[in-house]
């Protein structure tokens, strides 16, 4: 069994940055994917970002240039880079793993990050 635990959310203003955390309890090396998706109230969850075992990174388009997906081997951490907030990137952020040699993708528990205009 696999923990994604993420941290790094909270209380920030509009125009302001976070930086959202998601510590894997397996080594990430031979991670196919991980990313990041969010979920605001009423919304269907969408993939925020992703980052490729062979290092490529994706961003749904109202994202880009804003956030940034990176990660970290010798932690086992992924990390989101999360700048010029808007009150829309309000929701609860959640991390997704999945590995070559694990069947399915695994998640965290989610962190809220709340944006106030």
């Known amino acids: 069994q696999v923990q994604l635990v993420e941290s790094g959310g909270g209380l920030v203003q509009a125009g302001g940055s976070l930086k959202l955390s998601c510590a894997a309890s397996?080594?990430?090396?031979?991670?196919?994917?991980m990313g990041w998706y969010r979920q605001a109230p009423g919304k269907q969850r969408e993939l925020v970002a992703e980052?490729?075992?062979?290092?490529?990174?994706n961003y749904v388009d109202s994202v880009k240039g804003r956030f940034t997906i990176s990660r970290d081997y010798a932690k086992n951490t992924m990390y989101l880079q999360m700048n010029s907030l808007k009150p829309e990137d309000t929701a609860v952020y959640y991390c997704?793993?999945?590995?070559?040699?694990?069947?399915?993708?695994?998640w965290g528990q989610g962190t809220q990050v709340t944006v106030s205009s």
């Open positions: 997704n793993g999945r590995w070559w040699d694990l069947p399915g993708g695994y």
């Open positions: 397996r080594s990430i090396v031979a991670i196919k994917t």
């Open positions: 980052i490729t075992s062979g290092g490529s990174a």
